[in-house]
């Protein structure tokens, strides 16, 4: 779903905003590209593994923090098509990790009141994590806090394509006219029905590229970078990324800053 322009007035879900940044400008959506796990176990002398196992408290930590803040969605990039291409040991245990740690969670989430949903081409996962994924969905899907979205085994070609296919057989069945395909069509078929564009992107670990992240939802997206690894991600760090979204001017092409209407309303 694009971004409206309009102003925020009626935003009223702020929570403990911390000192130094505006409440009624914080991002509604923020996307997060957790990178560096690898690198921060390696600097430690520890094998990779420990690395995404001590990334796991930095994403409670994070999304608590979120919600806290009175962020309402929080989508993050767990692991991506491509991701494949790693070590089968590295890969089976990122699959095992996803099981325990979604099991050891799903009470907490709960009543937490987070609605979780998983994006991406789920069909190809382990079966026993694919029931997880089903069975955590169901629970939380009328849960009335922040948004919590994983991407896992998710590409942002992938999910074009999907979305093309799906338009396609609608319009093969009779279904849809092709001539009203448009964008909001087209991003209802998207694994983020339903869900505002993200505000704000932060990639950690200082990459400067979206490596296959939301290509199509990111359009109008504020980056910020990190050279935090993920690991080490904080509520300084998170502040210090609002803060910096804070201080853009967002014009959506136009030439007034969207910002500037939420301050005359
Ligand atoms: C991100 O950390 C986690 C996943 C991609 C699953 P990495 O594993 O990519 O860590 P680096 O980039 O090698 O340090
Ligand atoms: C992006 O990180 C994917 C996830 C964080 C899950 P990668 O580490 O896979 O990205 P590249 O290979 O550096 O582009
Ligand atoms: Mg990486």
Same mark, same amino acid.
């Given at each position: 779903?694009?971004?409206?322009?309009?102003?925020?007035?009626?935003?009223?879900?702020?929570?403990?905003?911390?000192? &130094?940044?505006?409440?009624?400008?914080?991002?509604?959506?923020?996307?997060?590209?957790?990178?560096?796990?690898?690198?921060?176990?390696?600097?430690?002398?520890?094998?990779?593994?420990?690395?995404?196992?001590?990334?796991?408290?930095?994403?409670?930590?994070?999304? $608590?923090?979120?919600? @806290?803040?009175?962020?309402?969605?929080?989508?993050?990039? /767990?692991?991506?098509?491509?991701?494949?291409?790693?070590?089968?040991?590295?890969?089976?245990?990122?699959? #095992?990790?996803?099981?325990?740690?979604? *099991?050891?969670?799903?009470?907490?989430?709960?009543?937490?009141?987070?609605?979780?949903?998983?994006?991406?081409?789920?069909?190809?996962?382990?079966?026993?994590? *694919?029931?997880? %994924?089903?069975?955590?969905? /169901?629970?939380?899907?009328?849960?009335? &806090? %922040?948004?919590?979205?994983?991407?896992?085994?998710?590409?942002?070609?992938?999910?074009?394509?999907?979305?093309?296919?799906?338009?396609?057989? $609608?319009?093969?069945?009779?279904?849809?006219?092709?001539?009203?395909?448009?964008?909001?069509?087209? #991003?209802?078929?998207?694994?983020?029905?339903?869900?505002?564009?993200? @505000?704000?992107?932060?990639?950690?670990? &200082?990459?400067?590229? %979206?490596?296959?992240?939301?290509?199509?939802?990111?359009?109008?997206?504020?980056?910020?970078?990190?050279?935090?690894?993920?690991?080490?991600?904080? /509520?300084?760090?998170?502040?210090?990324?609002?803060?910096?979204?804070?201080?853009?001017?967002?014009?959506?092409?136009?030439?007034?800053?969207?910002?500037?209407?939420?301050?005359?309303?």
């Amino acid at each position: 779903m694009s971004r409206p322009s309009v102003s925020r007035t009626d935003f009223n879900n702020v929570g403990a905003c911390p000192t &130094g940044l505006d409440p009624r400008r914080m991002p509604e959506h923020i996307a997060m590209i957790m990178d560096g796990n690898g690198r921060w176990a390696e600097a430690k002398g520890l094998p990779r593994i420990m690395g995404h196992r001590a990334g796991v408290e930095a994403l409670k930590r994070t999304l $608590r923090l979120c919600s @806290d803040w009175g962020i309402g969605a929080l989508t993050v990039y /767990a692991f991506s098509t491509e991701n494949w291409a790693r070590p089968g040991d590295e890969v089976n245990f990122l699959m #095992a990790l996803f099981e325990r740690v979604l *099991q050891r969670e799903l009470d907490s989430l709960q009543q937490e009141k987070v609605r979780i949903k998983f994006l991406g081409d789920l069909q190809v996962l382990p079966s026993k994590l *694919q029931n997880l %994924i089903s069975e955590a969905t /169901a629970l939380t899907s009328e849960n009335n &806090g %922040i948004h919590f979205n994983v991407c896992t085994n998710y590409g942002g070609r992938r999910e074009l394509v999907f979305a093309a296919q799906k338009l396609a057989e $609608r319009s093969a069945k009779g279904d849809l006219d092709p001539s009203l395909i448009d964008e909001n069509v087209f #991003a209802s078929e998207l694994f983020t029905a339903g869900e505002l564009d993200p @505000d704000l992107l932060i990639r950690t670990s &200082g990459e400067r590229r %979206i490596s296959n992240f939301l290509l199509w939802q990111l359009a109008y997206a504020e980056i910020h970078i990190t050279d935090t690894l993920w690991p080490d991600f904080d /509520a300084t760090a998170l502040r210090e990324a609002i803060a910096d979204y804070q201080s853009r001017h967002r014009r959506f092409g136009g030439l007034s800053s969207i910002d500037s209407c939420y301050a005359e309303s």
